[in-house]
């Protein structure tokens, strides 16, 4: 039979390797939302400024049309129901990755725990209590970025610290299993955020600008082309409705 050692031991083993299982999933995870941060900056970049005078025309144009009596004032936007994601026959903006989020419930338990766990108040002398300020300002500035995971490696590091008492065998299994659960369970989050990035309009993008690459064409050309071409039929309605003036 293995003995307790033993299997604290294997657990340490295996939480170790599930910890540099997370840092590989996390660096990736943020090397593919930069990846998409970059390609959102090109799009905007050569498309924006172009987006805009569409935009702009297109408002120019239902203006004339609602003077010259050819629609009403209460019609729907006919770009309302377009789809959203960025192609060469849309001119939708991409969107990569949303706002920041308000704190979840998770992130306020977490920093309640690190702060409990740090706060300098309990430190037995100025070293000590310096240490603690310093977890401590890192942590604030974590919950500040919502970043749960940051503040659950300080807790770690914290717990796994000298100034933290001895604990026995129990707790210490009691302990790995925990750590073990909340790491399992950020691995799941990360590969579920990789599914919803990948269903983004801006990823969607990303595949076609591959695919058109491969078959040797530009996909940004051709949707700069398509929307000058907009652009030039609505400069050429816009002259019309303007030229005939209202009814």
């Not at 704190?103 to 300098?120: C, E, G, M, Q, S």
């Not at 001895?166 to 302990?175: F, G, K, L, T, V």
């Not at 078959?215 to 002259?239: P, V």
Request: charged content about 35%.
């Amino acid at each position: 039979m293995t003995h307790p050692p033993q299997r604290l031991a294997a657990s340490f083993s295996t939480l170790d390797e599930l910890e540099s299982r997370l840092v590989e999933r996390e660096a990736a995870l943020a090397a593919f939302k930069a990846e998409l941060r970059d390609l959102q900056d090109a799009y905007l970049d050569k498309m924006g400024a172009w987006q805009a005078q569409l935009a702009e025309l297109d408002a120019a144009i239902a203006e004339a049309e609602i003077a010259a009596g050819l629609r009403s004032a209460d019609d729907p936007d006919e770009d309302d129901d377009e789809e959203a994601a960025p192609d060469a026959d849309s001119s939708s903006e991409p969107r990569a990755c949303a706002s920041r989020p308000a704190p979840t419930d998770d992130l306020r338990r977490i920093f309640r725990d690190v702060a409990k766990a740090v706060h300098p108040d309990l430190g037995a002398n100025d070293p000590a209590r310096y240490r603690r300020h310093s977890l401590m300002a890192e942590a604030n500035r974590a919950y500040a970025n919502r970043d749960e995971d940051r503040l659950r490696l300080i807790l770690r590091a914290w717990e796994r610290s000298a100034d933290v008492p001895p604990e026995d065998a129990a707790d210490a299994a009691s302990r790995l299993r925990r750590q073990t659960a909340e790491i399992e369970a950020r691995l799941v989050a990360i590969e579920m955020e990789f599914a919803e990035l990948k269903r983004s309009a801006i990823w969607q993008l990303r595949l076609k600008i591959d695919d058109a690459r491969a078959q040797g064409w530009d996909l940004f050309a051709e949707m700069l082309m398509h929307i000058k071409r907009e652009i030039s039929r609505a400069n050429a309605r816009l002259a019309v409705l303007r030229r005939d003036g209202p009814r």
